[in-house]
Every structure is written in structure tokens, then in C-alpha cells.
């Protein structure tokens, strides 16, 4: 069965350091990855993807996400993160011989000033 | 281009009741997604459609819950008789593609249902 985890509740970070918001997974066959932004009153919003190729992916808003195989991680990284990040971040995993989307439980980000 | 439209916004119900919610996809996508997104948890796929027809529905309650997706544009999500725990957003969104389609998927605001 598939499967996504967000460990953390809630991710603090200080304006300008560098962030981290963690995800593993679980699926049969190849894993194909996303990670989705809900901003405040707002609607979920697309970050970035991994289907194949380079395990770094680059996505919006300066945002990047590596894909490890080996710890069937995909973990989501700013280098330098920004007040305007503080948000709801939705990692999801759908396997290569399913149509089915499985989205985590969601990590709060808050930037601190 | 427009994005994603549902409507209604906001429903509360009490239990037993039916309800419906509808949803307009961005023109031309071809794959259109209902989620259930209780608080505090992550969106729950109910249905996919590919145009008008059903790729997964594994989550989908049949017994209380209907979809569909008449000549593959719009869409209509049904709850007959709805339960107190079916309180939740519910959100549709759509994607480009066809076949094994992963592309990104654009959400619409969703419509907030109470059930007492």
C-alpha cells in the first residue's frame, strides 16, 4: 500500500537560514513525488515534482527538493527562507502503476523575523 | 487563463440530508480530481476522472457518496445522506493531461461543508 509521512507537526526556522521540511514514502514500483503549498486563505498550490532523471529538483518561489532512493526520502529545501514562506507544505507520492495521489498530513512553516 | 471553480463556497447541512457541490475545471484539462480534506489532515482522493471516464475511486464511500463527470468538462460530487463525519473541505482540481498523466494539479478554493 502506499504511503507518505510528514514527521513534523510544525517547522520554525529563522528569516535568511536555511530550511528543511521532511517527507518519506512508501509505493510500489517507481515513486513519482510532489510537494504542494497552501498559503493562508488560499488554495493548494504546486511546488515542484520528481518523475525521473536528476534526484534534485528545482520548483518555484527558490524552492528545491532531492530524491533519495536509498532512504525513499524526498525532502523539501530553501536555502535562504523568507517570512512570505511561512505557509502549509503537502508532500504526496503517487506509485508508477497506480492513478492514485496519497498526500501527507502537512508540515506548518513559520518564519520567524 | 480562469482557474478552477467551485461552488458552493460554504454548505452546512444537518445529518441525513443530501448535498452537492459542483466544480469547473481549467478548460482543456482533461483529468479532474475531488478531494476530502478533513481538518488538521491531508487532502483524500475520492475520485479521478480521465474526460468522463472513472481512473480510481478506491476512497470513494459508494454506499453515501456520487460523482460525475458528464461529457468530460464539469463535475458534481453528491453526499446522500450525508454523516456528521463527512464535515470537511472538499476540493476538486485539475491537470493537463491524459493517460499517465503528472502533470500538476491546480486546486480550486473548495467548498466547506458542515454536517450537524
Known amino acids: 500500500a502506499q504511503s507518505v509521512a510528514q514527521p513534523e507537526d510544525q517547522v520554525n526556522v529563522a528569516e535568511g537560514n536555511p530550511l528543511t521540511v521532511k517527507c518519506t514514502y512508501s509505493?510500489?514500483?517507481?515513486?513519482?513525488l510532489f510537494w504542494y503549498v497552501q498559503y493562508p486563505n488560499r488554495g493548494l498550490q504546486f511546488l515542484l515534482k520528481y518523475i525521473t532523471g536528476d534526484n534534485l529538483v528545482k520548483g518555484s518561489y527558490g524552492f528545491e527538493a532531492e530524491f533519495n532512493k536509498s532512504q525513499t526520502s524526498f525532502h523539501l529545501k530553501k536555502p535562504s527562507a523568507l517570512v512570505s514562506d511561512s505557509a502549509l507544505y503537502f508532500c504526496a507520492v503517487r506509485g508508477s502503476g497506480t492513478y492514485k495521489y496519497i498526500f501527507g498530513t502537512g508540515t506548518r512553516l513559520k518564519v520567524l523575523a | 487563463e480562469a482557474g478552477v471553480a467551485q461552488s458552493p463556497r460554504y454548505k452546512i447541512i444537518e445529518k441525513r440530508q443530501s448535498v452537492a457541490f459542483w466544480c469547473n475545471p481549467i478548460s482543456g484539462h482533461a483529468t479532474l480530481y475531488w478531494y476530502q480534506q478533513i481538518l488538521g489532515q491531508g487532502p483524500k482522493l475520492l475520485i479521478q476522472?480521465?474526460?468522463?471516464?472513472?481512473?480510481?475511486d478506491s476512497q470513494l464511500p459508494k454506499d453515501r457518496f456520487s460523482a460525475e463527470r458528464l461529457k468530460g468538462v464539469d463535475s458534481t460530487l453528491k453526499i446522500q445522506p450525508a454523516k456528521l463525519e463527512d464535515s470537511a473541505v472538499y476540493l476538486c482540481a485539475s491537470s493537463r493531461g491524459s493517460g499517465r498523466d503528472l502533470n500538476e494539479q491546480f486546486f480550486g478554493p473548495g467548498t466547506r461543508l458542515t454536517v450537524l
Open positions: 476522472f480521465q474526460n468522463n471516464g472513472v481512473v480510481d
Open positions: 509505493v510500489s514500483g517507481n515513486p513519482y
